[in-house]
């Protein structure tokens, strides 16, 4: 496994109280594999992929239990200057918002170069010559002129493909993307994705996909991780979730993906808001906003159930989930 995170928590202390905003999350990905980890904003995703790259912010922050195993190595038990040699060498992450992550004052030649001359000591005639191969690689025209150019002079998809460049420039073995295509119109978002599942095969690198929306994965990912305030609360190979999904938050979010053969109806939203992470429901989590919730769901907090050897629902009615489907 390339990496395994096991039963993670963390949580931020803050004036009001403590957020417990990942509560025992375990997942994995092998090299070559994309993990698509989905639910609503709140839910945890991005959390956990911060705590994984270590740029957490501590405090108010805080891991208060669980393992981070990247090639065997437990994360969390390395020195910070460790930690910083894997990242970008070993792991990397693209973020949704490009125009914040980017630098306004420098080009986007001198960023992508500084990634070779800082890991790898080129000089900086070599590195710009990378920076140029890369951007030629994520398919930015004119890459040689365009190299000297800042972000705000390229388009919101062009400045993605700059994020996806720089993640991509030491080769890691796992990238993190964290809603890449946020903010970006439908035809933009087609041509993201397409580009990071080809580079993905290209590398054979572990790809995390942080996302909300199940329509952005359906024809990437392999496996998908459904969370909800701050729990796995579905895991399963990608088919099986869209045939037949074996939890009440799951069947909620693909209902309300708009498709073309129910034009003119309502779309369909998933009742209530998600919980606030200081005062999480007893039992479910979900149960507040489930029309299945029965009394044990108000009570028992549900373990990751075994569907199959290869699918786990956090949900004591699964197979209700499941025979609604089938029914």
């Known amino acids: 496994m390339l990496l395994e995170v096991r039963d993670l928590h963390v949580e931020f202390r803050t004036r009001d109280g403590v957020a417990k905003a990942v509560n025992g999350v375990s997942y994995g990905v092998d090299a070559g594999e994309t993990l698509a980890v989905l639910g609503e904003s709140g839910s945890g995703k991005s959390v956990t992929a911060q705590a994984i790259m270590g740029i957490l912010d501590m405090p108010p922050g805080r891991i208060t239990g669980g393992e981070i195993l990247f090639q065997g190595r437990d994360l969390l038990k390395l020195k910070e200057e460790e930690r910083r040699k894997i990242r970008g060498a070993g792991m990397a992450m693209i973020f949704q918002d490009a125009l914040s992550a980017l630098n306004p004052v420098l080009t986007v030649g001198d960023q992508l170069a500084e990634m070779f001359t800082v890991h790898r000591g080129m000089s ?12 030629d690689r994520v398919r930015i025209p004119a890459a040689k002129e365009r190299v000297r150019q800042y972000p705000h002079q390229f388009s919101g998809g062009m400045r993605q493909r700059i994020m996806i460049a720089m993640a991509l420039a030491l080769e890691p073995a796992l990238v993190i993307a964290d809603e890449p295509t946020t903010a970006l119109d439908v035809t933009v978002q087609a041509q993201v994705m397409e580009l ?132």
């Open 124 to 135: 900086r005639k070599d590195a710009r010559a990378e920076a140029v191969e890369l951007m």
């Open 196 to 327: 990071l599942a080809e580079l993905q095969r290209e590398y054979r690198m572990g790809l995390i996909l942080i996302t909300h929306d199940l329509g952005v994965v359906a024809d990437v990912a392999d496996r998908i991780a459904v969370m909800y305030a701050g729990r796995i609360v579905e895991s399963a190979p990608v088919h099986d979730i869209y045939k037949a999904p074996a939890h009440p938050y799951t069947s909620g979010l693909l209902a309300s993906i708009p498709r073309l053969d129910h034009k003119g109806g309502e779309l369909y939203a998933i009742k209530g808001l998600p919980p606030n992470l200081m005062h999480i429901p007893p039992g479910c989590a979900f149960h507040p906003r489930c029309p299945m919730a029965r009394d044990v769901c108000r009570t028992d907090v549900p373990p990751l159930y075994e569907v199959s050897p290869t699918r786990g629902s956090a949900c004591h009615y699964w197979r209700e989930c499941l025979d609604g489907v089938d029914g």
